[in-house]
């Protein structure tokens, strides 16, 4: 059994550094994408598509704040019971590590279990509002003739009562027009339509039905996909043989809680001895890389490979902190 007063101090230790890193890595992601999702809007949206907005930003940046939050925390608290030799007493005591580790592990199981809410469903939620708000703000587009504003990857004007349109392949010229919302983008009818395409050609169109896709595409990504859905899309994608990424993305979402206690856990002994500005930063860094070079390397690996590998690549890393 652990000893009670040792579980109360390294909790209250963990919480309020968890709270800070956690809610100043929301503030970072959260600023970075909303200046980026901001950036791709050819206008400035309303205070009510703003919020949502800001809302859909956070919420999809929130698990891996979760995550970097609680390792840090974790980290703290180890490192307040070294500068205050606690952990020199507890050894002189005869308290094991292995009961130090496992009670590392133990405090960030409950926010493990809060970060897979977030990935199987939060996240996903979070990621298709951002998509909405930013086909609501491009629909609220009225193009002028002051110049050109950009929807998704065309760039429309007003040009002496027509509208003129173009994506650097094709361009045209329409007599009327409506914007409205559709699945991942925005769709573009029009009437009286003239077409230049790059080689050369010239269409004429009566109506015209254009899909203006935002972010360089047209279709729900499998992001903002929540699980059950996403498994529901599996049965298409695995009768065309086009499942391998859609099933990577399943595990992800469920790796990432798996390993926070062992990353907790690895975290807290490297503080035994390193700095925790340098052991949170380098664990989180490290995960990172390990899942962007599997993304990559996916079809080399293997899903169990590449799930196999970042498991018990967290294990070992684990293991080795606490034999140092």
Known sequence: ???????????????TPALMTGGMAVLLLGLGSLAQALLVLSVAPGPALLFRLTVG???????????????????AGVSRLRDERALTALAAIGLARWRLALLC???????????????????????????????DVATSIRPGSAG??????????????????????IAGLADGWALSARQGGVLAELTGVELALADGARLHADALSLPLALGGRGRVHIFERTTPDLLRHLRVSASLGRDRYERWTLW?????????????????????????????????????????LLDTQLQ???LLGSAA????????VAVWAWRR
């Open 148 to 169: 050109p504003v950009r929807v998704g990857t065309w760039w429309i004007a007003e040009d002496a009562g027509s509208l003129s349109f173009t994506d650097g392949r």
């Open 309 to 316: 590998l970042v498991l018990f690549g967290a294990i070992g």
């Open 1 to 15: 059994m652990l000893p009670t007063p040792l579980v109360r101090l390294l909790v209250r230790a963990t919480v």
């Open 252 to 292: 992800k979402r469920t790796l990432l809680p798996v390993i926070l206690p062992i990353l907790a856990t690895a975290a807290a002994g490297l503080c035994r001895r390193l700095a925790e500005g340098r052991v949170v930063g380098g664990l989180v860094l490290g995960t990172w890389v390990v899942f962007r």
């Open 105 to 135: 592990g133990l405090i960030a199981i409950p926010w493990a279990v809060a970060q897979a809410g977030l990935t199987h469903f939060g996240e996903p939620v979070a990621r298709a509002l951002v998509r909405d708000t930013r086909v």
């Open 57 to 75: 930003v956070l919420g999809s940046v929130l698990p891996v704040a979760l995550g970097v939050g609680v390792v840090a925390g974790v980290a």
């Open 300 to 302: 080399v690996t293997g």
